[in-house]
């Protein structure tokens, strides 16, 4: 079974940085497309970034273009999302996907984990 666990989430302060890490299971992680989404209430599911397996042709979301990163280490199976200058509106539960999606309504189908939370607060 497909597995996926997040950690790495916290509160902070606007203008403050987090790296998110995502260790996977129960699957050939090297050959797939990793996805970050997030979600918070009142909102849909939005898709965030998208890595290849390889750890290039990363994605990104308008919203977090030039301030997020994503990477991947194929040798322990883990993806990581460093969040910089975090604003506000950053605030949410961030969950890894399995697979290649580009918005909330496709990503919405993928496996993913059980999330971190990010909270952006002053």
Known sequence: DVQLVE??????????????????????????VMTLVRYSPGHELEWVSSVGTDGTNGAYSDSVNGRFTMSRDNIKNTLFQQ?????????????????????????????????TQVTVSS
Do not use: I
């Open 7 to 32: 950690s790495g989430g916290g509160l902070v302060q606007p203008g403050w940085s987090l790296k998110l890490s995502c260790v996977a299971s129960g699957f050939t992680f090297s050959r797939c």
């Open 83 to 115: 969040l910089k200058n975090l604003r506000t509106e950053d605030t949410a539960m961030y969950y890894c996907a399995q697979g290649a999606c580009y918005s909330g309504s496709a990503c919405s189908g993928l496996p993913r984990g059980q999330g």
